[in-house]
């Protein structure tokens, strides 16, 4: 007699161990160039970073304001540490949680001008959760082709059927919205700035729409908080929709400096998600230093936005401008801090970035399946507190690397 095991194992051609099968996997990676890897850093994540004793201009932070070693977010860190200890133990359902983290949550509700907020461990959970504890079997989610791949998650997780309409599209939403029948509800899902192009979502347009047909919309401004609208309260005050956008979704690890996500909502909704979300309920609270410092973080946001905004839109448009007049094909004129050089294959964006790194900066390549097949690139990220001369040295390796594989 033969058992179903058996049967399984035969069809493979044989027992390849599971580090056999995983080798050549990842040799297939190689092969392709998609391997991926990490560079180990010797200090802090900041303008400049240490690998292997040499200096590096770092390209490729969301830590858009230098906010994660500002040292009042610093000190609040290690006062937390000090008072509430390293962890937070248990789901804050399970063992309650510090105070921190709940004016964390008031002050976030306040910027973001929703009735509360809550705080989850990281931007992608609360993605991967809430748009499945707000939708079910018989609903809709409509989703756009170019959204973030915790929002892609977070449509299969959900029961609803999902519909994926082309990038920052109005009439394709209205399509697709046709094509819904029966009386399920439908939920517009769209990143408030796109993360690796980093355009705008038309906010308007769509907030137009989900009126017109009675939808639900969420933002994922996972980008644009900290960095637009007034007090860098984000993409959703920058467009004048905050009210009208039901879920609003952020991460406080890029401007904000620290670690965790959040959702900002109607009081209504945040006790359905505090009820129901199960990466909420299932999962420990952020540790008190990422609270302490977030919260650091933000007030500093709201006090300094002009400051900071001001020396990261002026860095913006510099690289922008400087990188053009090299002869890269890169989007001008926005003071957005996310800036694409699309080299196009995978093994002509790694080259680049060799090059690069060669010449004393860090920006790795980007390649599918975080950006769509045959749009490779270097995803630049500049920083409010990158200097002139960082980004004057930046622009050199910039050239240099063009000539070197034959891209200007
Ligand atoms: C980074 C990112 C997330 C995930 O946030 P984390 O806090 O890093 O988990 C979600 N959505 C978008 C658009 C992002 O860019």
Same mark, same amino acid.
């Given at each position: 007699m033969r058992t179903g095991q058996e049967e399984k194992i035969d069809k493979t051609g044989g027992m390849a161990s599971l580090d056999g099968q995983s080798r050549q996997m990842v040799a297939e990676l190689k092969r392709r160039g998609r391997y991926r890897y990490m560079r180990p850093?010797?200090? &802090?994540?900041?303008? %400049?970073?240490?690998?292997?004793? +040499?200096?590096?201009? /770092?390209?490729? @932070?969301n830590n858009y304001l230098g906010l994660s070693t500002h040292p009042e977010v610093v000190d609040a860190a290690v006062l937390a540490v000090k008072k509430f200890g390293a962890g937070a133990g248990a789901s804050r359902l399970v063992s309650g949680h510090n105070r921190l983290v709940q004016e964390l949550e008031e002050e976030i509700a306040d910027w973001k001008g929703k009735d509360r907020a809550l705080v989850f461990p990281s931007g992608y959970s609360v993605n991967a959760g809430v748009i499945s504890a707000l939708t079910g079997v018989g609903d809709f989610v409509l989703s756009d082709q170019m959204n973030h791949a915790s929002l892609i998650d977070a449509c299969r997780l959900s029961k609803a059927e999902t519909h994926v309409y082309e990038h920052s599209n109005p009439l394709d939403i209205i399509r697709k919205i046709q094509k819904t029948g029966g009386t399920g509800s439908i939920l517009i899902v769209t990143d408030g700035i796109f993360s690796?192009?980093?355009?705008?979502?038309?906010? =308007?347009?769509?907030?137009? *729409?989900?009126?017109?047909?009675?939808? +639900?919309?969420?933002?994922?401004?996972?980008?644009?908080?900290?960095? $637009?609208?007034? !007090?860098? @309260?984000?993409?959703?005050?920058?467009?004048?929709?905050?009210?009208?956008?039901?879920?609003? $979704?952020?991460? /406080?690890?890029?401007?904000?400096?620290?670690?965790?996500?959040?959702?900002?909502?109607?009081?209504?909704? $945040?006790? %359905? /998600? *505090? !009820?129901?979300?199960?990466?909420? *309920?299932?999962?420990?609270?952020?540790?008190?230093?990422?609270?302490?410092? &977030?919260?650091?973080?933000? %007030?500093? $946001? =709201? %006090?300094?936005?002009?400051? /900071?905004?001001s020396n990261l839109t002026r860095n913006a448009r510099l690289m922008r401008a400087g990188l053009r007049e090299i002869g890269f094909d890169v989007p001008a004129d926005s003071g957005i801090p996310i800036i694409p050089l699309i080299l196009g294959g995978d093994e002509a964006a790694l080259r680049f970035s060799e090059k690069l790194f060669g010449k004393g900066v860090f920006a790795p390549a980007i390649r599918p399946p975080s950006v769509p097949e045959g749009t490779s690139r270097i995803r630049i990220s500049v920083m409010a507190t990158h200097t002139e001369e960082d980004i004057d040295r930046a622009l050199e390796a910039f050239r240099a690397a063009g000539r070197a594989t034959g891209t200007i």
């Open positions: 850093l010797d200090g &802090a994540s900041s303008t %400049r970073v240490e690998i292997d004793g +040499h200096e590096y201009i /770092l390209l490729s @932070s690796m192009d980093g355009d705008i979502a038309p906010l =308007r347009e769509i907030v137009s *729409i989900k009126k017109k047909c009675g939808a +639900h919309m969420a933002v994922d401004d996972a980008h644009g908080t900290g960095i $637009i609208g007034e !007090n860098g @309260s984000g993409v959703a005050g920058f467009c004048g929709v905050a009210d009208d956008v039901d879920i609003l $979704i952020g991460t /406080l690890s890029k401007a904000v400096g620290s670690q965790g996500g959040f959702v900002a909502a109607g009081s209504d909704v $945040i006790e %359905r /998600l *505090i !009820n129901t979300c199960r990466p909420f *309920i299932f999962s420990t609270g952020i540790a008190p230093a990422c609270a302490a410092s &977030a919260l650091a973080a933000i %007030r500093i $946001i =709201r %006090r300094d936005f002009e400051d /900071l905004s």
